[in-house]
């Protein structure tokens, strides 16, 4: 599978951005997916996930209620779409796929990643 992220950008304080992954090579309707972050300094981190069916999803304390996950299967993709930015979402985000796994999608092994996409929030 591969993944291309795409909707990153430069935003205000408190704007939003909506960041897309699309996968290709083979469909991802079957596994759940994730969108994570890497901020300047700091070890890579999940932000949100989405079971394969999209009726599950669960995001990190930090954006909780200013972020949504979302997928279309039928177009295989995953969306999250950001609100309420701060200066410290400033991050490169990348999507993830997961095939199998037992748990938490917290903590699961993502097989595949996408390139990322640069977030950057200004103050």
């Known amino acids: 599978v591969q993944l291309q992220a795409s909707g990153g950008g430069l935003v205000q304080t408190g704007g939003s951005l909506n960041l897309s992954c699309a996968a290709s090579?083979?469909?991802?309707?079957?596994?759940?997916m994730g969108w994570f972050r890497q901020r300047p300094g700091k070890e890579r981190e999940l932000v949100a996930a989405?079971?394969?069916?999209?009726?599950?999803?669960t995001y990190a304390i930090p954006v909780k209620g200013r972020c949504t996950i979302s997928r279309d299967n039928a177009k295989n993709t995953v969306s999250l779409q950001m609100n309420s930015l701060k200066p410290e979402d400033t991050a490169v985000y990348y999507c993830?796929?997961?095939?199998?796994?037992?748990?938490?999608?917290?903590?699961?092994?993502?097989?595949?990643w996408g390139q990322g996409t640069l977030v950057t929030v200004s103050s």
């Open positions: 993830a796929v997961v095939r199998f796994y037992s748990g938490s999608l917290h903590t699961a092994q993502y097989d595949y």
């Open positions: 090579g083979d469909t991802i309707s079957g596994y759940a």
């Open positions: 989405i079971a394969w069916g999209g009726s599950y999803t």
